[in-house]
Every structure is written in C-alpha cells, then in structure tokens.
T-cell receptor, first 113, second 114 residues
Framework: DVKVTQSSRYLVKRTGEKVFLECVQD?????MFWYRQDPGLGLRLIYF???????EKGDIPEGYSVSREKKERFSLILESASTNQTSMYLC????????????FGPGTRLTVL | AQSVTQPDIHITVSEGASLELRCNYS??????LFWYVQSPGQGLQLLLK??????LVQGIKGFEAEFKRSQSSFNLRKPSVHWSDAAEYFC????????????FGAGTTVTVRA
C-alpha cells in the first residue's frame, strides 16, 4: 500500500527558529512536492523536486528552502520562522507522469508564535 | 497560466440526497483534471481524474465527474450521499506545459445532515 509519512502532525515553534519538516515516501517516486494549505486559498505549491538534489520553485517559495539528498526523503526548511508561516503543510509524491496520482501525507499543522 | 475556481465554499446536503460540486478551470489547451477529497484530519485522496477519452469519468466512493470543454467545467456528482462523504473537496488542473505541477481550487466543504 502506498504511503507518504510526515515527521510530525502538530508542531509549535517560536518566531525566528529554524524549522525542519520531513517527508518520506515508500513508493520509489521520482517527484515530490511541498504544499501549503490555508482556508479559502486551497493548496499552493511551495517547492517541487523531480529527482535527488533537483528542485524547482513553486508559486510561493519565499521564506522556504528544500533538501532532497535521498530519493525517498524531501525536507522543507523554514530558515527563520515567522507568524505568517503558521499553516498546514502537505507533502505529496508521484511518478514522473502528469496523469499520475499525487499521493499525499497526512499533513503537519505548524503554529509559529 | 492555469487556474481553477470552485464557486461554492460550503454546501450542506441531506443524507441520501444528490450532490454536485462545481469546478471551472482556465487553460488554453486540453487540461488534465483531478478531484481530491480531504476527510477531517487526513491528507488528500484522489477521487477521479480526466485527461482524455470519455468525458464522463467514474471514480471511487460512487463519485463521477463530467468534463465539458465548452463550459470549461469539470463538475463532481454523487447520486446519493452518505454521512461519511462529509469532507473538503478540491478540484485541480495540470497541463503538459507545466511539468507535473497542479493548480488547486480553494475547496468546497460538504456538510451532510441526517
């Protein structure tokens, strides 16, 4: 069974802290994605990776960076967390085919105080 | 640029009644269209997708959607809803010119009353 896991379901951090969100998939997928979900805005793509060490900016990359050192793992980094980064963060993975399904993790609800 | 509009923020429907969720997309060429569902506390799960062929697509959980190019729409339907269908529903569009990226609508929350 397909599985995407995220390191934390809930996370509380303070302004200015460095935050790491981890995502692991067990499907040998080439593509991995980080989205941010906010009420009334749907999902917005932060970063996308199509291979190890390869990444592309999405629609809202400002304030975020990513790391993909292994195929199964994709990390989202908030270098200096701010209150406007309080949100739900969703990771997804897929094969490198547009028509393929994106498989989502359960999400991490991050609160920045 | 591709975009998706879901005009209804919230819909309330009685158990056993029919459900239709609207989705309009903006894209010049043939889009790749998806409906995802997010149950409370869960990630998103694919209900169905369309990229070519028959314009009426069947999905999981008894859902179907119809692609209408003339109306730029991809509406989701279910003939008889169950209480477990209470969730948030997202329409998404992708294109062959935009790599593997999807653009999601804002979502429609469905409440099912007994």
């Amino acid at each position: 069974d397909v599985k995407v896991t995220q390191s934390s379901r809930y996370l509380v951090k303070r302004t200015g802290e460095k935050v790491f969100l981890e995502c692991v998939q067990d499907m040998d997928h080439e593509n991995m994605f980080w989205y941010r979900q906010d009420p009334g805005l749907g999902l917005r793509l932060i970063y996308f990776s199509y291979d190890v060490k390869m990444k592309e900016k999405g629609d809202i990359p400002e304030g975020y960076s990513v790391s993909r050192e292994k195929k199964e793992r994709f990390s989202l980094i908030l270098e200096s967390a701010s209150t406007n980064q309080t949100s739900m963060y969703l990771c997804a993975s897929s094969l490198p085919v547009l028509t393929d399904t994106q498989y989502f993790g359960p999400g991490t609800r991050l609160t920045v105080l | 640029a591709q975009s998706v509009t879901q005009p209804d923020i919230h819909i309330t429907v009685s158990e056993g009644a029919s459900l239709e969720l609207r989705c309009n997309y903006s894209y010049g060429a043939t889009p790749y269209l998806f409906w995802y569902v997010q149950s409370p506390g869960q990630g998103l799960q694919l209900l169905l997708k369309y990229f070519s062929g028959d314009t009426l697509v069947q999905g999981i959980k008894g859902f179907e959607a119809e692609f209408k190019r003339s109306q730029s729409s991809f509406n989701l339907r279910k003939p008889s809803v169950h209480w477990s269908d209470a969730a948030e529903y997202f329409c998404a569009v992708g294109s062959s010119t935009n790599d593997y990226k999807l653009s999601f609508g804002a979502g429609t929350t469905v409440t099912v009353r007994a």
